[in-house]
């Protein structure tokens, strides 16, 4: 417990039902100590056998296609301009009539979902 030392003309001493938190602090801080040695020191290493992937890596294409959406929602095939009508066949023509090519979509950052 802890004493208050007040003037001896007020009343004598009171007891006062404040904590200490010094050895509180000092309890903690070992504790911190103590597990920051320890938590190194129990990882256990377990050997795990993954299967080894046999895929081929995709090459990259040549020449990618990219089709990009500017910030007025237009789109452009390329360098080119792609009007909705038409965009299809200028991605058959940009991609030699091969669908499984693939086709890179870009978008300008400030092109924002609308909500309807």
Do not use: C, Y
């Amino acid at each position: 417990m802890a004493v208050s030392l007040k003037n001896p003309q007020d009343g004598g001493i009171d007891e006062l039902s404040e904590i200490n938190v010094t050895p509180f602090i000092d309890v903690m801080l070992v504790l911190l100590i103590i597990f920051m040695v320890a938590a190194p020191l129990s990882t256990v290493d377990i050997a795990v056998d993954l299967p080894v992937s046999n895929a081929q890596p995709q090459p990259r294409p040549d020449k990618p296609v990219f089709l990009t959406v500017k910030q007025d929602l237009t789109l452009a095939l390329g360098n080119e301009e792609a009007p909705r009508a038409t965009l299809q066949a200028m991605l058959d023509r940009q991609t030699g009539n091969d669908r499984e090519q693939r086709v890179f979509l870009r978008a300008d950052g400030t092109v924002a979902p609308t909500t309807s």
